[in-house]
């Protein structure tokens, strides 16, 4: 029972804070208000009324009682009744009204036709509150004529119910717009944490963020900023470190490749150039790698644009890029660009043709990038993102790198909130499929 409850509160209890924290403030003092004016209009205003109505239907039984058993004093009467209480009282002779002139849902109407009822009894009265702004038309039968009635509304229905309901509407209006501008106040700065959060998570620099609201907010963003700054600095020292070890790498392997050019046994010689050449294309991964931890700052990027330079650099007649229309996103562009060439490079490499296809949805942008290659078995689709992992275990280098191309390509999509997803393409080959937020 409780927790098909609680899922039904999840469900219909917003999601943000600044929702539910205003929730807390306002629900409590619409639930009291709402508590004080039924309270009120039950045990005081319809209390109020009834004493009022029964005191007005005994005047009119009085003038009536008056009326039938001295009608020589009856201007007399009528005329102190309109100068002491703003009575006007005829006398008329016309058929009684057949038709009802209240009102069913008003209280003043239900409590003015149960006095009229209890003193004059059934089909010998009819009234109407709406006829007149500031009036109550009321006739009664008596024996062959009708005496009619004017009387202030004020007699029969108490006034102060407007200035009640005025008086406890307006404060809370004005308190929830108060809890509303504090409430704002208090969640800017969450907000602002968080989105700090998510476009560090993206692997952008928040360089502007700076701590602001509450002792315990500032505090947690103050230690948010301390913990970017310190990963940032070990990504730098991580990627300069990897950066400078193969780049110092490749000056004793230009100086084996000038000595092996000069040694006479040609056999020799071939054999270590290719153990040179296999540690340069190693060196060139490990840079490529590097690359992908270096600072860059994002930017608005057009993928037909950067497919199309894509497609430029490679030259290569059997890569079909379809882009249906102008998407825009943002991103890294040396970072997404690499992404790209990477995974489009590993299907010519395997396959003779790759085709590209880039599908936009609600707010995220799919590209589909399919080879005609052997595939990859579905049972290795996770090993595949590991670093340094690949499938030919004898680690023979001529179409195989050192196993950091896909780790490099989901690196790069996952620092831009994306996800990667490997499957069999139409072609019998790879598919890659690629989602990117825009």
């Known amino acids: ?55 007005l239907v ?6 009536q009682d008056v009326y039938q058993n001295d009608k020589d004093n009856l201007d007399f009467f009528t005329d ?7 009575f006007e009282i005829g006398i008329i002779n016309e058929p009684f009204p057949s038709y009802s002139g209240e009102r069913k849902f ?30 109550v038309e009321i006739k009664i039968k008596s024996e062959n004529e009708i005496i009619e009635f004017l009387v202030p509304k004020e007699m029969v229905s108490a006034s102060s119910i407007r200035l009640f309901v005025l008086w406890t509407t307006l404060p809370s209006i004005l308190l929830i717009l108060i809890a509303v501008v504090f409430l704002k106040n208090q969640t800017k700065p969450l907000v602002r944490l968080a989105k700090a959060a998510e476009r560090f998570g993206k692997g952008d620099y928040v360089n502007d963020f700076r701590p602001s609201g509450a002792s315990e907010i500032r505090k947690a963003a103050y230690e948010f900023d301390r913990m970017a700054k310190r990963i940032n600095r070990h990504l730098n020292q991580r990627s300069e470190m990897l950066s ?3 780049h110092d790498l490749r000056t004793p392997l230009t ?16 054999k270590m150039s290719k153990d040179i050449n296999e540690m340069e294309r190693m060196l060139n991964d490990y840079l ?22 894509i497609k430029k650099n490679l030259e290569n007649d059997n890569l079909t890029i379809h882009v249906p229309e102008e998407i825009t996103l943002k991103g890294r562009y040396s970072s997404l660009k690499r992404c790209f060439e990477n995974v489009i490079q590993n299907g010519l490499t395997y396959g003779k043709k790759v085709n590209l296809e880039v599908n936009k949805g609600l707010n995220r942008v799919t590209i589909n990038i399919e080879d005609d290659g052997p595939g990859i078995p579905e049972d290795q689709y996770k090993n595949v993102f590991k670093p340094f992992f690949r499938l030919d275990k004898s680690r023979s280098l001529n179409k195989s790198g050192i196993g950091l191309g896909l780790a490099v390509v989901e690196d790069i999509v996952n620092s831009h909130g994306g996800n990667i997803q ?17």
Do not use: C
Not at 58 to 63: A, G, Y
Not at 288 to 309: G, R, W, Y
Not at 424 to 434: C, D, F, H, P, R
């Open 1 to 55: 029972m409780f927790y098909g409850l609680n899922k039904f509160l999840k469900i219909v209890l917003p999601k943000r804070l600044f929702y539910r924290a205003l929730i807390i403030v306002a629900a409590p003092t619409i639930i009291l208000q709402v508590i004080i004016t039924i309270v009120f209009f039950d045990s005081i205003w319809i209390k109020a009324n009834k004493n009022i109505t029964r005191s």
């Open 58 to 63: 005994t005047q009119l039984k009085t003038i």
């Open 80 to 86: 102190s009744y309109k100068n002491n209480f703003n």
């Open 106 to 135: 008003s209280p003043m109407d239900r409590s003015l036709r149960r006095e009229l009822k209890s003193a004059f009894g059934n089909n010998n009265y009819w009234f109407s509150t709406s006829n007149f702004k500031n009036a």
């Open 244 to 246: 400078g070890i193969s």
């Open 255 to 270: 100086r084996l490749k000038l000595q092996l050019a000069m040694l006479k046994q040609k056999d020799i010689s071939e």
């Open 288 to 309: 490529q790698f590097a690359k992908t931890q270096s600072h860059e700052d994002t930017s608005l990027i057009s993928l037909a644009e950067m497919f199309s330079n």
């Open 422 to 438: 490997l499957g069999k393409s139409k072609y019998k080959g790879l598919q890659v499929k690629i989602s990117l937020p825009f």
